[in-house]
Protein backbone atom coordinates (compact mmCIF):
# COMPACT_ATOMS: atom_id res chain seq x y z
CA UNK A 1 0.00 0.00 0.00
CA UNK A 2 1.58 3.20 -1.27
CA UNK A 3 1.66 6.17 1.57
CA UNK A 4 -0.89 8.47 1.98
CA UNK A 5 1.01 10.89 0.18
CA UNK A 6 1.71 9.08 -3.06
CA UNK A 7 -1.86 8.11 -3.15
CA UNK A 8 -2.82 12.01 -3.09
CA UNK A 9 -0.52 12.58 -5.55
CA UNK A 10 -1.49 10.13 -7.69
CA UNK A 11 -5.33 11.60 -7.46
CA UNK A 12 -3.24 14.81 -8.18
CA UNK A 13 -2.75 14.36 -11.05
CA UNK A 14 -5.44 12.25 -12.42
CA UNK A 15 -7.22 15.12 -11.45
CA UNK A 16 -5.31 17.82 -13.40
CA UNK A 17 -5.27 15.39 -17.07
CA UNK A 18 -9.59 14.57 -16.35
CA UNK A 19 -9.50 18.65 -16.30
CA UNK A 20 -7.48 19.42 -19.24
CA UNK A 21 -8.83 16.80 -21.10
CA UNK A 22 -12.76 17.85 -20.77
CA UNK A 23 -11.18 21.17 -21.64
CA UNK A 24 -9.33 20.54 -24.76
CA UNK A 25 -12.44 18.56 -25.51
CA UNK A 26 -14.84 21.30 -24.78
CA UNK A 27 -12.76 24.33 -26.70
CA UNK A 28 -11.44 22.39 -29.94
CA UNK A 29 -14.37 21.25 -31.47
CA UNK A 30 -13.52 19.95 -35.42
CA UNK A 31 -15.06 22.61 -37.48
CA UNK A 32 -16.72 26.06 -37.17
CA UNK A 33 -18.72 26.44 -34.47
CA UNK A 34 -22.33 25.87 -34.54
CA UNK A 35 -23.92 27.00 -31.97
CA UNK A 36 -25.98 29.93 -31.51
CA UNK A 37 -23.44 33.05 -30.19
CA UNK A 38 -23.91 33.93 -26.79
CA UNK A 39 -25.15 37.71 -25.32
CA UNK A 40 -21.66 37.53 -24.02
CA UNK A 41 -19.48 36.72 -27.28
CA UNK A 42 -21.80 39.05 -29.37
CA UNK A 43 -20.65 41.43 -27.14
CA UNK A 44 -17.09 40.46 -27.37
CA UNK A 45 -17.23 40.59 -30.99
CA UNK A 46 -16.05 36.73 -30.64
CA UNK A 47 -18.60 35.40 -33.19
CA UNK A 48 -16.76 37.07 -36.74
CA UNK A 49 -14.32 34.50 -37.24
CA UNK A 50 -12.45 34.72 -34.78
CA UNK A 51 -11.35 31.47 -34.11
CA UNK A 52 -13.65 30.53 -31.22
CA UNK A 53 -14.15 31.65 -27.70
CA UNK A 54 -12.39 29.99 -24.97
CA UNK A 55 -8.65 29.05 -25.99
CA UNK A 56 -7.78 25.14 -25.70
CA UNK A 57 -5.37 24.67 -23.33
CA UNK A 58 -2.79 23.78 -25.91
CA UNK A 59 -3.27 27.23 -26.92
CA UNK A 60 -2.56 28.40 -23.34
CA UNK A 61 0.31 26.06 -22.65
CA UNK A 62 2.24 27.47 -25.98
CA UNK A 63 1.41 30.74 -24.90
CA UNK A 64 2.89 30.24 -21.43
CA UNK A 65 5.55 29.07 -23.02
CA UNK A 66 6.52 32.35 -25.14
CA UNK A 67 5.56 34.53 -22.43
CA UNK A 68 7.82 32.81 -19.40
CA UNK A 69 10.65 32.84 -21.64
CA UNK A 70 10.14 36.26 -22.14
CA UNK A 71 9.44 37.23 -18.32
CA UNK A 72 11.50 39.99 -17.66
CA UNK A 73 11.70 41.64 -21.54
CA UNK A 74 10.36 45.45 -21.40
CA UNK A 75 10.00 46.36 -24.57
CA UNK A 76 7.93 49.84 -23.40
CA UNK A 77 4.76 50.65 -21.33
CA UNK A 78 2.29 48.13 -23.00
CA UNK A 79 5.30 44.89 -23.73
CA UNK A 80 6.21 44.33 -20.36
CA UNK A 81 7.08 40.35 -19.85
CA UNK A 82 4.97 38.44 -17.45
CA UNK A 83 7.87 38.58 -15.26
CA UNK A 84 8.22 42.22 -14.39
CA UNK A 85 4.52 42.70 -14.38
CA UNK A 86 4.28 40.25 -11.61
CA UNK A 87 7.20 41.98 -9.58
CA UNK A 88 5.81 45.20 -9.75
CA UNK A 89 2.41 43.78 -8.16
CA UNK A 90 4.67 41.88 -5.86
CA UNK A 91 6.91 45.13 -5.43
CA UNK A 92 3.49 46.92 -3.98
CA UNK A 93 1.90 44.26 -1.49
CA UNK A 94 5.46 44.11 0.09
CA UNK A 95 5.84 47.60 0.10
CA UNK A 96 2.31 48.75 1.66
CA UNK A 97 2.52 45.40 3.91
CA UNK A 98 5.62 46.75 5.22
CA UNK A 99 4.29 49.99 6.21
CA UNK A 100 1.45 48.21 7.68
CA UNK A 101 3.32 46.15 9.74
CA UNK A 102 5.89 49.03 11.08
CA UNK A 103 1.98 51.01 12.17
CA UNK A 104 -0.35 47.84 13.00
CA UNK A 105 2.16 45.52 15.30
CA UNK A 106 3.92 48.47 17.67
CA UNK A 107 0.07 49.79 17.72
CA UNK A 108 -1.83 46.32 18.00
CA UNK A 109 1.34 45.71 21.68
CA UNK A 110 -0.08 49.30 22.72
CA UNK A 111 -4.31 48.14 22.57
CA UNK A 112 -3.57 44.58 23.44
CA UNK A 113 -1.88 45.83 26.39
CA UNK A 114 -3.99 48.28 28.00
CA UNK A 115 -7.64 47.76 27.95
CA UNK A 116 -8.50 51.00 27.99
CA UNK A 117 -6.80 52.08 24.70
CA UNK A 118 -8.28 49.09 23.61
CA UNK A 119 -12.07 50.08 24.46
CA UNK A 120 -11.06 53.17 23.31
CA UNK A 121 -10.34 52.01 19.61
CA UNK A 122 -11.95 49.50 19.40
CA UNK A 123 -15.30 51.53 17.70
CA UNK A 124 -13.04 53.10 15.10
CA UNK A 125 -11.30 49.98 14.29
CA UNK A 126 -14.65 47.97 13.76
CA UNK A 127 -16.40 50.62 11.49
CA UNK A 128 -12.74 50.73 9.25
CA UNK A 129 -11.95 46.89 8.73
CA UNK A 130 -15.30 46.07 6.64
CA UNK A 131 -14.17 48.85 4.30
CA UNK A 132 -13.43 47.71 0.99
CA UNK A 133 -10.14 48.95 0.81
CA UNK A 134 -10.82 49.86 -3.51
CA UNK A 135 -13.32 52.35 -1.82
CA UNK A 136 -10.65 54.30 -0.54
CA UNK A 137 -9.09 54.68 -3.78
CA UNK A 138 -10.85 57.72 -4.83
CA UNK A 139 -9.70 59.57 -1.77
CA UNK A 140 -5.64 58.40 -2.30
CA UNK A 141 -5.85 59.58 -5.66
CA UNK A 142 -7.35 62.94 -4.67
CA UNK A 143 -5.14 63.38 -1.88
CA UNK A 144 -1.69 61.74 -3.04
CA UNK A 145 -1.84 62.60 -6.53
CA UNK A 146 -0.14 59.86 -7.52
CA UNK A 147 -0.98 56.34 -8.90
CA UNK A 148 1.04 54.13 -8.30
CA UNK A 149 1.17 55.71 -4.40
CA UNK A 150 -2.21 55.51 -4.93
CA UNK A 151 -2.16 51.27 -4.65
CA UNK A 152 0.16 51.03 -2.26
CA UNK A 153 -1.86 53.03 0.16
CA UNK A 154 -4.43 50.22 -0.85
CA UNK A 155 -2.87 47.88 0.36
CA UNK A 156 -1.41 49.75 2.92
CA UNK A 157 -5.17 50.13 4.46
CA UNK A 158 -6.11 46.63 3.64
CA UNK A 159 -3.58 44.85 5.75
CA UNK A 160 -3.05 46.69 8.61
CA UNK A 161 -6.77 45.47 10.07
CA UNK A 162 -6.04 41.69 10.31
CA UNK A 163 -2.17 42.80 11.67
CA UNK A 164 -4.14 45.05 14.26
CA UNK A 165 -6.24 42.86 15.49
CA UNK A 166 -4.59 39.59 15.71
CA UNK A 167 -1.34 41.55 17.39
CA UNK A 168 -3.83 43.22 20.01
CA UNK A 169 -5.09 39.90 20.42
CA UNK A 170 -1.94 37.55 21.27
CA UNK A 171 -0.56 40.58 23.24
CA UNK A 172 -3.62 40.53 25.66
CA UNK A 173 -3.74 36.80 25.99
CA UNK A 174 -0.40 36.53 26.96
CA UNK A 175 -0.37 33.96 29.90
CA UNK A 176 -0.61 35.95 33.50
CA UNK A 177 1.86 33.16 34.47
CA UNK A 178 4.42 34.34 32.56
CA UNK A 179 4.06 38.11 32.76
CA UNK A 180 4.37 37.12 36.87
CA UNK A 181 7.84 35.26 35.83
CA UNK A 182 8.86 38.53 34.32
CA UNK A 183 7.59 40.48 37.55
CA UNK A 184 9.49 38.63 39.67
CA UNK A 185 12.75 38.70 37.76
CA UNK A 186 12.41 42.87 37.71
CA UNK A 187 12.59 42.56 33.88
CA UNK A 188 11.93 46.55 32.94
CA UNK A 189 9.30 47.14 30.49
CA UNK A 190 10.95 46.92 27.24
CA UNK A 191 12.30 43.75 28.07
CA UNK A 192 9.68 42.00 29.02
CA UNK A 193 7.86 43.28 25.45
CA UNK A 194 10.73 41.57 24.13
CA UNK A 195 11.36 38.50 25.62
CA UNK A 196 8.40 37.93 26.66
CA UNK A 197 5.20 39.18 25.01
CA UNK A 198 6.51 39.19 22.08
CA UNK A 199 7.54 35.90 21.55
CA UNK A 200 4.34 34.48 22.87
CA UNK A 201 2.23 36.74 20.83
CA UNK A 202 3.92 36.01 17.95
CA UNK A 203 2.40 33.21 16.38
CA UNK A 204 -0.69 34.53 16.60
CA UNK A 205 0.79 38.25 14.73
CA UNK A 206 1.79 36.14 12.42
CA UNK A 207 -1.28 34.44 11.53
CA UNK A 208 -2.68 37.92 10.85
CA UNK A 209 0.59 38.69 8.85
CA UNK A 210 -0.77 35.88 6.64
CA UNK A 211 -4.49 37.20 6.43
CA UNK A 212 -3.12 40.83 5.55
CA UNK A 213 -0.38 39.26 2.89
CA UNK A 214 -3.49 36.94 1.44
CA UNK A 215 -6.00 40.29 1.13
CA UNK A 216 -2.89 42.22 -0.57
CA UNK A 217 -2.83 39.89 -3.12
CA UNK A 218 -6.49 39.72 -4.05
CA UNK A 219 -6.81 43.71 -3.83
CA UNK A 220 -3.69 44.49 -5.75
CA UNK A 221 -5.41 42.97 -8.98
CA UNK A 222 -8.17 44.91 -8.68
CA UNK A 223 -6.22 47.94 -8.08
CA UNK A 224 -4.02 47.88 -10.73
CA UNK A 225 -6.90 47.16 -13.08
CA UNK A 226 -8.04 50.75 -11.80
CA UNK A 227 -4.85 52.56 -11.55
CA UNK A 228 -3.17 51.02 -14.73
CA UNK A 229 0.21 51.40 -15.80
CA UNK A 230 2.06 48.46 -14.28
CA UNK A 231 1.42 45.13 -12.90
CA UNK A 232 -0.21 42.10 -13.07
CA UNK A 233 -3.69 43.39 -12.49
CA UNK A 234 -2.90 45.72 -15.20
CA UNK A 235 -1.56 43.21 -17.57
CA UNK A 236 -5.23 41.29 -17.34
CA UNK A 237 -6.84 43.94 -18.15
CA UNK A 238 -4.75 44.98 -20.82
CA UNK A 239 -4.97 41.28 -22.25
CA UNK A 240 -8.98 41.35 -21.91
CA UNK A 241 -9.14 44.32 -24.04
CA UNK A 242 -6.41 42.91 -26.68
CA UNK A 243 -9.45 40.06 -26.77
CA UNK A 244 -6.28 37.62 -25.75
CA UNK A 245 -7.86 34.92 -23.31
CA UNK A 246 -5.03 32.84 -23.28
CA UNK A 247 -3.26 35.31 -22.13
CA UNK A 248 -5.53 36.15 -19.31
CA UNK A 249 -5.98 32.54 -18.20
CA UNK A 250 -2.05 32.41 -17.97
CA UNK A 251 -2.22 35.69 -15.82
CA UNK A 252 -5.09 34.19 -13.84
CA UNK A 253 -2.93 30.84 -13.14
CA UNK A 254 0.52 33.05 -11.96
CA UNK A 255 -1.77 35.44 -9.85
CA UNK A 256 -2.60 31.85 -8.26
CA UNK A 257 0.73 30.83 -8.12
CA UNK A 258 2.33 33.71 -6.45
CA UNK A 259 -0.46 34.10 -4.02
CA UNK A 260 0.46 30.65 -3.02
CA UNK A 261 4.16 31.47 -2.60
CA UNK A 262 3.68 34.58 -0.62
CA UNK A 263 1.34 32.72 1.47
CA UNK A 264 4.04 29.70 1.55
CA UNK A 265 6.65 32.20 2.67
CA UNK A 266 4.66 33.68 5.99
CA UNK A 267 3.68 29.85 6.57
CA UNK A 268 7.09 28.45 6.52
CA UNK A 269 7.99 31.62 9.08
CA UNK A 270 5.34 30.68 11.35
CA UNK A 271 6.72 27.28 11.27
CA UNK A 272 9.84 28.62 13.28
CA UNK A 273 7.93 31.01 15.83
CA UNK A 274 4.95 28.35 16.40
CA UNK A 275 5.84 26.67 20.08
CA UNK A 276 3.90 23.97 21.59
CA UNK A 277 2.71 24.61 25.40
CA UNK B 1 13.63 46.56 64.89
CA UNK B 2 13.63 43.23 63.56
CA UNK B 3 14.21 40.08 65.24
CA UNK B 4 13.37 37.96 62.60
CA UNK B 5 14.36 37.10 58.86
CA UNK B 6 11.15 37.67 57.46
CA UNK B 7 8.11 39.13 59.77
CA UNK B 8 4.46 39.38 58.63
CA UNK B 9 2.50 41.93 60.15
CA UNK B 10 -1.67 42.29 60.24
CA UNK B 11 -1.83 40.78 56.71
CA UNK B 12 -5.48 41.34 55.39
CA UNK B 13 -6.50 41.09 51.91
CA UNK B 14 -10.08 42.35 50.72
CA UNK B 15 -11.79 41.95 47.22
CA UNK B 16 -14.39 44.34 46.23
CA UNK B 17 -17.93 43.03 45.39
CA UNK B 18 -19.74 43.74 42.48
CA UNK B 19 -22.81 46.04 43.59
CA UNK B 20 -23.00 47.58 47.03
CA UNK B 21 -22.22 44.62 48.57
CA UNK B 22 -19.46 45.04 51.34
CA UNK B 23 -15.93 43.60 50.29
CA UNK B 24 -15.16 39.63 51.03
CA UNK B 25 -12.44 39.09 53.32
CA UNK B 26 -10.61 36.65 52.41
CA UNK B 27 -7.94 36.64 55.12
CA UNK B 28 -7.11 38.90 58.25
CA UNK B 29 -4.94 39.07 61.28
CA UNK B 30 -2.39 37.43 59.22
CA UNK B 31 0.85 37.41 61.97
CA UNK B 32 3.74 35.32 61.26
CA UNK B 33 7.77 34.69 61.47
CA UNK B 34 10.11 33.20 59.13
CA UNK B 35 13.70 32.55 60.72
CA UNK B 36 16.51 32.03 58.24
CA UNK B 37 17.22 28.76 56.49
CA UNK B 38 13.51 27.75 57.61
CA UNK B 39 11.54 25.41 55.75
CA UNK B 40 7.57 26.35 56.33
CA UNK B 41 4.35 24.53 55.01
CA UNK B 42 1.08 26.17 54.52
CA UNK B 43 -1.49 23.76 54.61
CA UNK B 44 -5.19 24.98 54.31
CA UNK B 45 -9.10 24.25 52.47
CA UNK B 46 -8.76 24.87 49.34
CA UNK B 47 -10.05 28.59 48.51
CA UNK B 48 -8.95 30.01 52.32
CA UNK B 49 -6.39 32.08 50.29
CA UNK B 50 -3.01 30.38 50.75
CA UNK B 51 -2.25 31.33 46.69
CA UNK B 52 -3.01 34.85 47.93
CA UNK B 53 -1.07 35.27 50.78
CA UNK B 54 1.97 33.52 48.53
CA UNK B 55 1.21 36.04 45.84
CA UNK B 56 1.35 39.36 48.86
CA UNK B 57 4.70 37.86 49.65
CA UNK B 58 5.72 37.28 45.83
CA UNK B 59 5.30 41.17 45.50
CA UNK B 60 2.74 40.34 42.81
CA UNK B 61 -0.39 41.30 44.63
CA UNK B 62 -0.73 43.99 47.72
CA UNK B 63 -2.45 43.31 50.58
CA UNK B 64 -5.22 45.39 51.61
CA UNK B 65 -3.56 46.03 55.11
CA UNK B 66 -0.47 45.00 56.86
CA UNK B 67 3.30 44.79 56.35
CA UNK B 68 5.75 42.40 55.51
CA UNK B 69 9.06 42.89 56.36
CA UNK B 70 12.13 40.95 55.18
CA UNK B 71 15.73 41.62 56.04
CA UNK B 72 14.41 44.56 58.29
CA UNK B 73 13.31 46.00 55.25
CA UNK B 74 9.56 46.48 54.38
CA UNK B 75 8.70 45.08 51.59
CA UNK B 76 6.67 46.08 47.85
CA UNK B 77 6.47 44.90 44.55
CA UNK B 78 8.12 41.93 42.91
CA UNK B 79 12.11 41.60 43.36
CA UNK B 80 14.78 38.90 42.84
CA UNK B 81 15.38 38.47 46.36
CA UNK B 82 12.60 36.39 45.81
CA UNK B 83 12.14 33.17 43.64
CA UNK B 84 9.01 31.90 43.07
CA UNK B 85 7.82 28.15 41.92
CA UNK B 86 4.40 28.37 40.62
CA UNK B 87 2.13 25.99 40.86
CA UNK B 88 1.79 24.87 36.84
CA UNK B 89 5.79 25.12 36.23
CA UNK B 90 4.68 28.63 34.12
CA UNK B 91 8.06 28.41 32.43
CA UNK B 92 8.52 29.80 28.67
CA UNK B 93 7.38 27.25 25.74
CA UNK B 94 9.46 28.80 23.08
CA UNK B 95 12.45 28.24 25.28
CA UNK B 96 14.60 25.49 26.25
CA UNK B 97 15.20 23.80 29.54
CA UNK B 98 18.42 25.30 29.69
CA UNK B 99 17.08 28.90 28.42
CA UNK B 100 14.40 28.85 30.31
CA UNK B 101 17.11 28.86 33.60
CA UNK B 102 19.06 31.29 31.86
CA UNK B 103 16.72 33.40 31.12
CA UNK B 104 16.16 34.08 34.59
CA UNK B 105 19.53 33.96 35.57
CA UNK B 106 20.72 36.67 33.10
CA UNK B 107 17.99 38.50 34.42
CA UNK B 108 19.47 38.45 38.12
CA UNK B 109 22.84 38.90 36.78
CA UNK B 110 23.35 41.03 33.67
CA UNK B 111 26.87 41.90 34.24
CA UNK B 112 27.88 38.31 33.63
CA UNK B 113 29.40 36.68 30.54
CA UNK B 114 26.94 34.52 28.51
CA UNK B 115 29.06 31.59 29.73
CA UNK B 116 29.41 32.41 32.95
CA UNK B 117 25.07 32.36 32.74
CA UNK B 118 25.18 28.72 30.91
CA UNK B 119 27.70 27.29 32.84
CA UNK B 120 25.54 28.52 36.22
CA UNK B 121 22.24 27.76 34.76
CA UNK B 122 23.90 24.17 33.62
CA UNK B 123 25.07 23.59 36.99
CA UNK B 124 21.55 23.83 38.22
CA UNK B 125 20.24 21.67 35.37
CA UNK B 126 22.60 18.72 37.03
CA UNK B 127 21.23 19.31 40.22
CA UNK B 128 17.78 18.42 38.99
CA UNK B 129 19.11 15.22 37.04
CA UNK B 130 18.45 16.69 33.73
CA UNK B 131 21.17 17.51 32.29
CA UNK B 132 20.84 15.91 29.20
CA UNK B 133 17.80 17.26 28.23
CA UNK B 134 18.52 20.87 28.59
CA UNK B 135 17.87 21.24 24.87
CA UNK B 136 14.42 19.92 25.10
CA UNK B 137 11.63 22.45 25.13
CA UNK B 138 8.80 22.27 27.55
CA UNK B 139 6.64 20.24 25.40
CA UNK B 140 8.97 17.77 24.76
CA UNK B 141 9.55 17.05 28.84
CA UNK B 142 6.71 15.18 31.15
CA UNK B 143 5.37 17.32 33.80
CA UNK B 144 7.86 16.00 36.74
CA UNK B 145 10.98 17.14 34.62
CA UNK B 146 8.90 20.44 33.83
CA UNK B 147 8.73 21.34 37.56
CA UNK B 148 12.00 20.47 37.69
CA UNK B 149 13.47 22.99 35.58
CA UNK B 150 10.88 25.30 37.06
CA UNK B 151 12.92 24.21 40.39
CA UNK B 152 16.39 24.58 38.74
CA UNK B 153 14.92 28.08 37.58
CA UNK B 154 14.13 29.25 41.22
CA UNK B 155 17.14 27.73 42.85
CA UNK B 156 19.72 29.27 40.38
CA UNK B 157 18.80 32.60 41.11
CA UNK B 158 19.88 32.25 44.49
CA UNK B 159 16.90 33.80 45.85
CA UNK B 160 16.60 34.46 49.69
CA UNK B 161 13.44 33.40 49.90
CA UNK B 162 11.79 30.64 47.72
CA UNK B 163 8.18 30.65 47.41
CA UNK B 164 6.27 27.52 46.12
CA UNK B 165 3.12 27.37 45.31
CA UNK B 166 1.81 23.53 45.25
CA UNK B 167 4.91 22.78 43.16
CA UNK B 168 4.06 19.45 42.96
CA UNK B 169 0.20 19.48 42.88
CA UNK B 170 0.20 18.36 38.99
CA UNK B 171 2.23 15.38 39.69
CA UNK B 172 2.22 11.43 40.06
CA UNK B 173 2.40 9.73 43.57
CA UNK B 174 5.49 8.38 42.44
CA UNK B 175 7.05 11.24 40.89
CA UNK B 176 6.42 13.71 43.41
CA UNK B 177 8.22 11.56 45.68
CA UNK B 178 11.34 11.56 43.53
CA UNK B 179 11.02 15.36 43.37
CA UNK B 180 10.56 15.72 46.85
CA UNK B 181 13.67 13.91 48.00
CA UNK B 182 15.45 15.73 45.29
CA UNK B 183 14.13 18.63 46.97
CA UNK B 184 15.36 18.28 50.36
CA UNK B 185 18.55 17.39 48.91
CA UNK B 186 19.21 20.90 46.78
CA UNK B 187 17.77 22.51 50.24
CA UNK B 188 20.15 20.56 52.46
CA UNK B 189 22.89 21.74 50.62
CA UNK B 190 21.80 25.51 49.98
CA UNK B 191 20.03 26.32 53.09
CA UNK B 192 17.72 28.74 51.67
CA UNK B 193 14.35 30.00 53.28
CA UNK B 194 11.46 28.19 51.73
CA UNK B 195 8.19 29.06 51.67
CA UNK B 196 5.48 26.40 50.48
CA UNK B 197 1.98 25.68 49.93
CA UNK B 198 0.74 22.27 49.98
CA UNK B 199 -2.21 19.94 50.18
CA UNK B 200 -0.40 16.98 51.56
CA UNK B 201 -0.10 16.37 54.86
CA UNK B 202 2.35 14.02 54.61
CA UNK B 203 4.74 16.13 51.88
CA UNK B 204 4.31 19.17 54.55
CA UNK B 205 5.90 16.56 57.61
CA UNK B 206 8.86 15.61 55.37
CA UNK B 207 9.69 18.59 54.34
CA UNK B 208 8.88 21.87 57.20
CA UNK B 209 10.48 22.93 59.97
CA UNK B 210 6.98 24.12 61.06
CA UNK B 211 3.61 23.76 59.75
CA UNK B 212 1.17 27.15 59.09
CA UNK B 213 -2.44 26.20 59.82
CA UNK B 214 -4.75 28.25 58.03
CA UNK B 215 -8.96 28.37 59.04
CA UNK B 216 -11.01 28.00 56.22
CA UNK B 217 -11.73 31.36 54.54
CA UNK B 218 -13.51 34.06 54.07
CA UNK B 219 -12.07 35.16 57.00
CA UNK B 220 -9.51 32.70 57.45
CA UNK B 221 -6.59 33.35 60.03
CA UNK B 222 -3.21 31.63 61.17
CA UNK B 223 -4.39 29.56 63.89
CA UNK B 224 -1.33 27.54 64.84
CA UNK B 225 2.25 27.31 63.88
CA UNK B 226 2.95 23.44 64.08
CA UNK B 227 6.83 22.69 65.08
CA UNK B 228 7.87 19.48 63.22
CA UNK B 229 11.06 18.35 65.09
CA UNK B 230 11.45 14.67 63.57
CA UNK B 231 15.38 15.10 62.94
CA UNK B 232 17.09 15.68 59.18
CA UNK B 233 17.95 14.23 57.64
CA UNK B 234 15.15 12.94 56.90
CA UNK B 235 14.36 9.66 54.45
CA UNK B 236 10.85 9.83 52.50
CA UNK B 237 10.66 5.94 52.44
CA UNK B 238 11.17 5.60 56.30
CA UNK B 239 9.32 8.93 57.90
CA UNK B 240 6.22 6.25 58.18
CA UNK B 241 7.98 4.25 60.82
CA UNK B 242 8.97 7.29 62.93
CA UNK B 243 7.65 7.07 66.54
CA UNK B 244 5.84 10.29 66.28
CA UNK B 245 5.09 10.57 62.79
CA UNK B 246 1.50 9.83 63.32
CA UNK B 247 1.16 12.14 66.27
CA UNK B 248 1.94 14.91 63.61
CA UNK B 249 0.34 13.81 60.89
CA UNK B 250 -3.20 13.00 63.20
CA UNK B 251 -2.81 16.58 64.65
CA UNK B 252 -2.58 17.93 61.30
CA UNK B 253 -5.66 15.89 60.27
CA UNK B 254 -8.03 16.54 62.57
CA UNK B 255 -7.21 20.69 62.42
CA UNK B 256 -8.25 20.15 58.49
CA UNK B 257 -10.98 17.72 59.48
CA UNK B 258 -12.54 19.76 62.35
CA UNK B 259 -10.74 22.88 63.66
CA UNK B 260 -10.74 24.54 60.18
CA UNK B 261 -14.07 24.91 60.23
CA UNK B 262 -14.72 25.67 64.07
CA UNK B 263 -12.24 27.71 64.22
CA UNK B 264 -12.79 29.72 60.93
CA UNK B 265 -13.02 33.81 61.84
CA UNK B 266 -12.37 33.26 65.69
CA UNK B 267 -9.16 32.93 66.57
CA UNK B 268 -6.06 35.38 66.41
CA UNK B 269 -6.33 39.60 66.16
CA UNK B 270 -4.36 42.19 65.73
CA UNK B 271 -0.61 41.73 66.30
CA UNK B 272 -1.53 38.26 67.86
CA UNK B 273 0.88 35.49 66.83
CA UNK B 274 -0.63 31.94 65.54
CA UNK B 275 -0.33 29.41 68.53
CA UNK B 276 2.62 27.20 68.55
CA UNK B 277 2.32 23.63 68.66
CA UNK B 278 4.51 20.77 69.56
CA UNK B 279 2.04 17.61 69.07
CA UNK B 280 5.18 15.38 69.95
CA UNK B 281 5.60 16.94 73.60
CA UNK B 282 2.22 17.74 73.69
CA UNK B 283 2.76 21.92 74.34
CA UNK B 284 0.12 23.87 72.98
CA UNK B 285 -2.37 21.54 72.10
CA UNK B 286 -5.78 22.78 72.03
CA UNK B 287 -7.89 20.32 74.48
CA UNK B 288 -10.29 19.29 72.23
CA UNK B 289 -9.93 17.45 68.87
CA UNK B 290 -6.29 16.05 69.38
CA UNK B 291 -7.39 12.31 69.98
CA UNK B 292 -4.96 9.92 68.60
CA UNK B 293 -6.76 8.03 65.83
CA UNK B 294 -4.87 5.29 63.54
CA UNK B 295 -4.96 7.19 59.89
CA UNK B 296 -3.96 4.18 57.76
CA UNK B 297 -2.52 4.18 54.41
CA UNK B 298 -1.85 7.57 52.64
CA UNK B 299 -4.27 10.34 52.59
N1 LIG C 1 -8.98 38.69 42.06
C1 LIG C 1 -9.88 38.19 42.92
N2 LIG C 1 -11.08 38.77 43.07
C2 LIG C 1 -11.97 38.30 43.95
N3 LIG C 1 -11.76 37.23 44.71
C3 LIG C 1 -10.59 36.59 44.62
C4 LIG C 1 -9.58 37.03 43.71
N4 LIG C 1 -8.51 36.22 43.83
C5 LIG C 1 -8.85 35.31 44.75
N5 LIG C 1 -10.09 35.52 45.23
C6 LIG C 1 -10.75 34.75 46.26
O1 LIG C 1 -9.87 34.58 47.33
C7 LIG C 1 -10.02 33.31 47.91
C8 LIG C 1 -8.69 32.67 48.11
O2 LIG C 1 -8.10 32.37 46.87
P1 LIG C 1 -6.70 31.61 46.79
O3 LIG C 1 -6.40 31.40 45.36
O4 LIG C 1 -5.71 32.35 47.59
O5 LIG C 1 -7.04 30.24 47.50
P2 LIG C 1 -6.07 29.02 47.81
O6 LIG C 1 -6.04 28.85 49.28
O7 LIG C 1 -4.77 29.19 47.12
O8 LIG C 1 -6.87 27.82 47.17
P3 LIG C 1 -6.30 26.54 46.42
O9 LIG C 1 -5.80 25.64 47.48
O10 LIG C 1 -7.53 25.97 45.77
O11 LIG C 1 -5.26 26.98 45.47
C9 LIG C 1 -10.97 32.54 47.03
O12 LIG C 1 -12.20 32.43 47.67
C10 LIG C 1 -11.09 33.36 45.79
O13 LIG C 1 -12.40 33.30 45.31
MG1 LIG D 1 -3.82 28.22 45.37
Known sequence: MASLNVRAAILSVLFLVLFLGAWQLATAPPGAPEHELTELELLMGLGAGSGGGMPAPTQVFSLAWEELSLAFHDGGPNDKGIGLQLMYSVGRVLAGFALAVVVAVPLGFLIGMSPVLNKALNPYIQVLKPISPLAWMPLALFTIQDAATSAIFVIFICSIWPMLVNTAFGVASVKRDWLNVARTLELSNLRTALFVILPAAAPTILTGMRISIGISWLVIVAAEMLVGGTGIGYYVWNEWNNLDIAAVIFAIVMIGIVGMLLDAVLAQAGHFLRYQE | MSLHFIEVENLARRFPQPGRKPPVTVFEHVNFNIEKGEFICIIGHSGCGKSTILNVLAGLDSPSEGEFVMDGKEVSGPSRDRGVIFQNHSLLPWRSALGNVSFAVGARWPEWSRKKVREHSRSYLEMVGLANAENKKPSELSG???????????????????????????????????????????????????????????????????????????????????????????????????????????????????????????????????????????TGVPERGSTPRVVGGTG
Open chain 2, 144 to 282: GMRQRVGIARAFAIEPKLLLMDEPFGALDALTRGVIQEELLQIWGRTHQTVFMITHDVDEAILLADRVLLMTNGPDARIAESVVIDIPRPRDRSAIHQHPEYYTIRNHLVDFLITRSKTLQGRVGGPGQQPRTVNPVKG
